[in-house]
C-alpha cells in the first residue's frame, strides 16, 4: 500500500538503462513514443495524468500526489509519496533514481515558472538529465563539455549563477575568456560552426570554474546531447 512517510525519499530506483521522467506539460509524441518501447517511465506527480492521456502505465509514480487527478488509475505498490513541500516533484523524483541518464519530457513549456525549477532540479541531480521540451532539449554541465553536434544549427548556454569558460572550439562565437553571469554577460543564441560542408561539428568548452552552466539546442537534436553526455553514439540512431 502507498505511504506518506518522508523516508520514501531514501528509496532509490536502481536501473541500468536510461529512464524516462514524464512531467505535466505538453509532450511531442513524435519525441517519446519510440523510446517508451524501450525506457522505464517513472512519473513526477502530475506527469501521471499526462500518462493517463498518453495511454500508458508508468512504472512509478513519484511526488506529493497534490496535482494527480484520480490515484485510482494506478496500483498502490506504483504509488511512491513524498510529502514534503520543500522541493519540486522532479526533484523528488530525480533523488529516488540511479540510472545512467534520465529523459525528462513535460517540464518545459507549459509555464515558466516550472521550467525555471526543471532547471534548478536538474542542476542538483546526480543522474545526468536532459530535459526535452517542444522547442528546445537542454543539458546541466558542471564543468567541460565535448560533443559531436549539427553544423550550423542554434546553440545557447545559459550559466546557473557566476561561470568562467577558459575557451571553446566549434562555436561561431568562441568562449575565450568570458565570465558568465545571468544578468551580466549569457550566451544565447551562439551558433555551431559549419565546417566545410560537413554535417557535424565537434563542439569543445573548457572550463574555469563556477556554477555551472546550461547548453540548449533545438528538441529535434537532443540525441546529440545524449550521445555526447553518454559518450555513447548509437543514440545517433533514434535520430
Known amino acids: ?10 528509496r532509490i530506483l536502481p536501473y541500468d538503462k536510461p529512464v524516462i521522467a514524464l512531467g505535466g506539460s505538453h509532450v511531442d509524441d513524435m519525441h517519446i513514443s519510440a523510446l517508451l518501447n524501450h525506457f522505464p517511465l517513472i512519473a513526477a506527480d502530475s506527469g501521471a495524468n ?10 512509478y509514480i513519484i511526488g506529493d500526489f497534490d496535482s494527480i487527478t484520480d490515484q485510482s488509475h494506478f496500483p498502490p505498490d506504483r504509488l511512491i509519496h513524498i510529502a514534503e513541500q520543500d522541493s519540486t516533484d522532479l526533484e523528488k523524483t530525480l533523488s529516488c ?16 515558472d516550472h521550467s525555471l525549477a ?13 530535459l526535452i521540451g517542444r ?29 568562467q569558460f577558459k575557451a571553446s572550439t566549434g562555436l561561431e562565437w568562441p568562449l ?6 545571468a544578468g551580466k554577460t549569457i550566451g544565447t543564441s551562439n551558433r ?19 556554477a555551472g552552466y546550461f547548453i540548449m539546442l533545438p528538441s529535434v537534436f ?16 533514434w535520430g
Open 118 to 130: 526543471a532547471l534548478h532540479a536538474i542542476a542538483q541531480s546526480q543522474v545526468p538529465v536532459i
Open 1 to 10: 500500500m502507498m505511504t506518506d512517510k518522508n523516508s520514501n525519499r531514501s
Open 50 to 59: 499526462t500518462a493517463v492521456d498518453m495511454g500508458v502505465m508508468p512504472d
Open 97 to 112: 533514481l540511479s540510472a545512467p541518464l534520465c529523459l525528462g519530457f513535460g517540464f518545459l513549456g507549459r509555464r515558466f
Open 176 to 181: 575565450n575568456g568570458l565570465m558568465m553571469e
Open 135 to 163: 522547442h528546445d532539449a537542454l543539458i546541466y554541465c558542471s564543468a567541460d563539455f565535448t560533443g559531436d553536434l549539427p553544423a550550423g544549427e542554434r546553440l545557447s548556454i545559459w550559466p546557473l549563477a557566476q561561470h
Open 222 to 237: 537532443w540525441i546529440y546531447l545524449a550521445a555526447a553526455i553518454t559518450q555513447d553514439n548509437t543514440w545517433l540512431d
Open 192 to 210: 555551431i560552426d559549419q565546417i566545410s560542408g560537413k554535417k557535424i561539428t565537434c563542439v569543445d568548452i573548457s572550463s574555469a570554474g563556477g
